[in-house]
């Protein structure tokens, strides 16, 4: 099964340039992974008002932080045994705190299931998605 569905992700950096992921476990594949949070437009939903939408839903965190400026990212990979092929627009969200408490606020089922946390970094982790992701921030900064 395949999906292009559109989906748009906030890189999310604290006044120490720290930035924020969430950490994700496919029940599917096994896989464990790092991802800005994000995800998929609704119907009639700008990439802008998702990512906004998006960060409040994942992290509680103001969703008027994300800025109307992205860096257009191609993304190839399975999640829940559906393949997405498609580009997704990244967009960058500033922070004046350091490390601003970030938790889930209204997720799916699907996700709470499968969300295993998020944390602040100041290097990128192993299993990072998109692999590219340090370039996305130098292109958003």
């Not at 099964?1 to 120490?16: F, G, N, T, Y």
């Not at 496919?26 to 998006?54: I, K, Y």
């Given at each position: ?42 119907a009639g939903e700008t990439p802008l008002e998702a990512a906004r939408r998006e960060l409040t ?9 994300v800025q109307d400026r992205f860096v257009a990212v191609p993304r190839d990979f399975m999640w ?62």
């Amino acid at each position: 099964m395949s999906s292009d569905r559109p989906a748009a992700r906030v890189v999310c950096l604290d006044r120490e340039g720290k930035v924020l992921l969430l950490r994700w476990h496919d029940r599917v594949s096994g896989e464990t992974f790092w991802e800005p949070p994000g995800g998929g437009l609704l119907a009639g939903e700008t990439p802008l008002e998702a990512a906004r939408r998006e960060l409040t839903e994942e992290t509680g965190l103001p969703g008027d932080a994300v800025q109307d400026r992205f860096v257009a990212v191609p993304r190839d990979f399975m999640w829940l045994g559906v393949h997405y092929v498609k580009t997704e627009q990244f967009y960058l969200a500033c922070f004046d705190e350091v490390e601003p408490v970030a938790a889930p606020g209204s997720v799916t089922r699907e996700e709470l299931d499968s969300y295993k946390g998020a944390a602040w970094f100041d290097v990128l982790p192993e299993g990072v998605q998109p692999p590219e992701l340090a370039e996305v921030i130098r292109e958003l900064t």
